[in-house]
């Protein structure tokens, strides 16, 4: 696998922890809403065990808000998510799926209910802020519609809650999974959620001022010491394991959430008014013919950067792998594949071309673990 | 300036053209509407050199459309672009700003108008067509929205006209800037429009189907050793020095386009009802307070990753500098930066903080040749 730079600029820019993270060791970036995600730091299977054991510090300021505020804000943030968020309580956050008028998939997002009338949406990498304001104006929506100057330090591991604890105080250890509750820090409150892209543990500390967010990720690496505390970032491995899904790989606009098993976030029979209802009440009465699974495959490297066909003994296309990494806990390579319908059982065989050379898989259930 | 490997993923799309341009030496890639696009090979400067006296062929492919047809696409495309298009016609390029309610820019694409109902809007960096799905679904505008599987070769530099005849005949020779019209190629037609990212000259190529595209490809190679035809992609000295202006990296949604210079392209005494009209009217009355100029800085090298300051003698901020490079023309480094209406003046003196050491630079007119 060659390796290429990223150009720089500002269309792509860095984030307030840039400096930090170039300086601690970062070895490669992904762009993700029109800034700089880091990818790497050294070994991903290094950062994967040490995840799993330790505390890890990520820059994911890239996960950008869409504020929502005003009179109409509920509104027009139930019309773009088939969740139903009816009873959705302020405090909490909620995965949602985004969807357009065709049923298919923009983003999905973790959605937090700031008040009853202010929203973040905090999206994976698309620009939910078009959608919402193309629909607000064409609604004549009284509603608010900005981008904060928020960036996020995730705190990552099973010694996440210790480390977060001997800051902010034991009250952040009680804190529910998806639960967010604000802490001062610096000077100035920041919402923190009990949440993350990964599944073990942590939160996400959304730094609402500059000064006192890089004091405050300096303060994370001093007093994690005894913990082991590492810089990171989202980790192929461990999210692939997890059965994270990742919007833009896993899944596109060409994708209903039915698709993508996404089903218990699709309210149909809600009252609420939602784009695409029509769409996914029709797909969900006449089935899906493609969907999300897990794929184990024999070889020991790989790296997936577009779509790859998989075959059946007949050489006809079965489905397509989308996301896959070595995994040392299966010692083979997983992955995330769209199956076609006639393809769906577990263990299921099929063949890869792999470098011109073909494998072989099996099919499998998502989470892997 | 550290560099740093781009993480490749599906989310970050290959062109159809990867497979060429990594064999034919690309260094680095930036990331353009979710793909791949190429930013170097090898010199910056040798390029330059290279664009300006023979033929580059570029892939870019990042360069998405946003499909727009049906019996009101008019009616929407007109609505998200202060230039008045009523009098456009099909076989023509159109330069529009794409404006939101708040009279700011989101995007500033080439417009193609190819039938009286069907539109190309051939973007920046930024995701219109979900500006354009929610304004159509709010407006319930009878409109079809897609972006289809269009991926563009530009061929640039002065030596394109020659090559381009030689491949499609001597007709594409007396094509207008900006006209458009069909050629075939390996069975299938592409739209040809006398456009590209460089004032050097030459072609886009939109080509509708990989096959006969990498044909083409190769062809264009083959074709164009007579005229030293190499590798090539936007190139950044050149675009400096010509006053391309980049969104994203010199304009974004805090700036409207008086500010960006684009008045030309703003038809607020027409008929036409465009989005953001109200507070363009008003920002032509009050006067705008800030504009995009040149300026001239005092060093050899430059990597503007994000705004830098500009100050005037008693430290206070005169405007920010948004791209910048060396210019073997000028023999210093040129860029572009937005300033505060005290200092338009040509030739205001400014210094510039780079690399923790104060620089000396001046403001000048765009373009800077």
């Known amino acids: 696998m060659k390796k290429f730079n990223i150009a720089k600029s500002r269309r792509l820019r860095g984030t307030p922890y840039s400096s930090r993270i170039e300086h601690q060791g970062v070895t490669s970036y992904t762009i993700y809403n029109h800034m700089l995600l880091p990818a790497s730091f050294g070994s991903l299977e290094d950062s994967y065990h040490h995840l799993k054991e330790h505390v890890q510090i990520w820059d994911v300021a890239a996960e950008r808000q869409v504020e929502i505020s005003g009179r109409d804000s509920s509104k027009l943030v139930q019309l773009m998510t088939c969740r139903d968020l009816t009873k959705s309580k302020i405090g909490r956050c909620y995965y949602c799926p985004i969807i357009d008028d065709n049923g298919c998939m923009i983003n999905d997002p973790v959605i937090l209910k700031l008040k009853d009338d202010k929203w973040w949406i905090s999206i994976a990498d698309s620009d939910v802020i078009l959608f919402a304001k193309g629909l607000a104006i064409g609604k004549k929506l009284d509603v608010n519609i ?13 010694k996440s809650f210790d480390l977060m604890g001997k800051i902010f105080g034991i009250k952040i250890k009680d804190m529910k999974f998806f639960g967010f509750d604000y802490f ?32 405050l990720y300096d303060k994370l690496f001093d007093e994690g010491k005894e913990f082991n505390v590492k810089p990171g970032c989202p980790n192929l491995i461990e999210r692939i394991e997890s059965g994270l899904l990742s919007y833009g790989n896993d899944m596109d606009n060409n994708d209903n959430p039915y698709e993508c098993g996404l089903d218990k976030y699709v309210n149909i029979d809600s009252n609420v008014e939602f784009l695409g209802k029509d769409k996914l009440i029709q797909s969900s009465k006449n089935g899906i013919q493609k969907k999300l699974m897990g794929v184990q495959i024999d070889i020991k490297n ?34 995330i594949a769209m199956l076609f319908k006639a393809n769906w059982e577990i263990s299921t065989k099929f063949k890869i071309n792999i470098d011109g050379k073909s494998v072989n898989g099996t099919v499998c259930d998502l989470p892997f673990i």
């Open 146 to 158: 900005t981008e904060p100057d928020v960036n996020i330090i995730a705190v990552q591991g099973p």
């Open 302 to 335: 790989i790296s997936v950067t577009e779509s790859l066909n998989l075959f059946d003994n007949n050489n006809k296309v079965i489905g397509e792998l989308r996301s896959a990494v070595f995994s040392p806990h299966f010692n083979k390579v997983i992955g």
């Open 184 to 215: 001062n820090f610096g000077g100035d409150d920041h919402l923190i959620a009990r949440s993350g892209w990964s599944k073990q543990g942590g939160y996400e500390i959304y730094v609402n001022h500059k000064k006192s967010g890089l004091e």
